[in-house]
């Protein structure tokens, strides 16, 4: 079965600064990639994905990610962090079910503090 | 498009109890997945569901069960409830296609938070 590791529970950057969140995933076949966030009291909001193709991805708010297959990576990051980006972020990876469809299996979650 | 709507938003229980949680998906998505979020252990995954049938299991006890409506709205029940249980429930939404391509993006819900005493 596929995994997810993220490194860092609890990541600190100040406004401004660069934002590397770190995934790694385990897997024998080329996955899909996502990269959620989760606000207080809220569900998840998809920020970028990664099927197939180029593996630099793009996402909202200004993040990207890229796919490094070499490496089993998929680290997230933004140039400049703004005090709106304060979140969790979840990676996740698609396991392929018995059913032949996918489900996924999320990293435990990284909580993003943005200092003033 | 309305988004995944999930009742209640907040539920508190004792132990011994059950409890019923509602996931109405996005008009159109035929597939209903079931997550656990807690700080410990993260998001889990319960179970999914697609026309009425589960399709997808995770690795949780029997006490823990679902359903799905021809309207693909879900339920998921936990009966004899434990302290443990205390957590977010997320129910996401996709199109649910299969097929090797079909990474079915998923939408999620607000979710229920439930608190066992």
């Known amino acids: 079965a596929q995994s997810v590791t993220q490194l860092g529970s609890h990541v600190s950057v100040s406004e401004g600064a660069l934002v590397l969140l770190r995934c790694n995933y385990s897997s024998s076949v080329p996955p899909y990639l996502f990269w959620y966030v989760q606000y207080p009291n809220q569900g998840l909001q998809l920020l970028l994905k990664y099927t197939t193709g180029a593996t630099l991805v793009k996402g909202i708010n200004g993040f990207e990610a890229e796919f490094k297959k070499s490496e089993t990576s998929f680290h997230l990051t933004k140039p400049s962090a703004h005090m709106s980006d304060a979140a969790e972020y979840f990676c996740a990876v698609s396991d392929r079910g018995t059913s032949g469809t996918y489900k996924y299996i999320f990293g435990t979650g990284t909580r993003l503090k943005v200092l003033a | ?117």
């Open chain 2, 1 to 117: 498009k309305a988004g995944v709507t999930q009742t209640p938003r907040y539920l508190i229980k004792t132990r011994g109890q059950q409890v019923t949680l509602s996931c109405s998906p996005i008009s159109g998505h035929r597939s209903v997945s079931w997550y656990q979020q807690t700080p410990g252990q993260g998001l889990q995954f319960l179970f999914e569901y697609f026309s009425e049938t589960q399709r997808n299991k995770g690795n949780f006890p029997g006490r823990f069960s679902g359903r799905q409506f021809s309207n693909s709205r879900s339920e998921m029940n936990v009966s004899t409830l434990e302290l443990g249980d205390s957590a977010l429930y997320l129910c996401a939404s996709s199109a649910g296609l299969a097929g090797r391509n079909s990474y079915n993006e998923q939408f999620f819900g607000p979710g229920t938070r439930l608190t066992v005493l």
